[in-house]
């Protein structure tokens, strides 16, 4: 890999799943930035949430994100309101190469509706809640460098696989891996 690739998208997209594989394959190290920050704090996103508010952990998550994206190569995971801040947006264009993990509404649901760590769908309507939160970041997730679309059936090394064929046709691979892959 020439640089970090990032991945973005919604809850449920897959990019921890996803990137773990993606990393194997590439021989490079993973990185999840909500991991990064449960460590720093010592406590869980829910909890961070609850006690600092959502403002206080946007900051942290984009300290945490620049401290990665300054490291060596290495595919980075992030928690699925990254991508909506223009900050994070602009150090990840710099220094990496954005993949949205893109998955529809049902998808998504379909992976988390049975998760209790995803704070912002303590509502009434978790789906619904689910719902909005897509129709409100697609528009920002679009900006990403590269779109690589889930399917219902598909597997992880599959969308991971998905992913390395994009990187490769968008340039972002240098002439070793890919021959090392091929």
């Not at 997730?141 to 219902?152: H, I, K, T």
């Amino acid at each position: 890999m020439l640089r970090p690739v990032v991945l973005v998208g919604m809850m449920g997209a897959g990019k921890t799943a996803v990137g773990t594989v993606l990393a194997r394959m590439l021989g490079v190290p993973f990185r999840d930035s909500d991991d990064e920050i449960v460590r720093a704090a010592q406590m869980e996103i829910p909890e961070i949430f609850a006690r600092d508010g959502e403002a206080f952990f946007r900051a942290r998550e984009t300290e945490v994100l620049g401290r990665l994206m300054g490291a060596e190569p290495a595919v980075i995971s992030t928690g699925g309101g990254a991508f909506m801040n223009a900050t994070n947006r602009d150090l990840i264009a710099r220094h990496g190469v954005s993949v949205w993990l893109q998955a529809d509404v049902e998808v998504l649901w379909n992976r988390v509706r049975h998760k209790t760590t995803r704070p912002l769908l303590r509502t009434a309507d978790p789906k619904g809640t689910l719902a909005a939160l897509l129709a409100e970041r697609e528009p920002l997730y679009a900006l990403a460098d590269l779109e690589v679309g889930s399917a219902p059936g598909l597997t992880v090394e599959g969308m991971a696989q998905k992913v390395i064929a994009a990187l490769r046709a968008h340039g972002d691979m240098d002439e070793e891996a890919r021959d090392a892959r091929d």
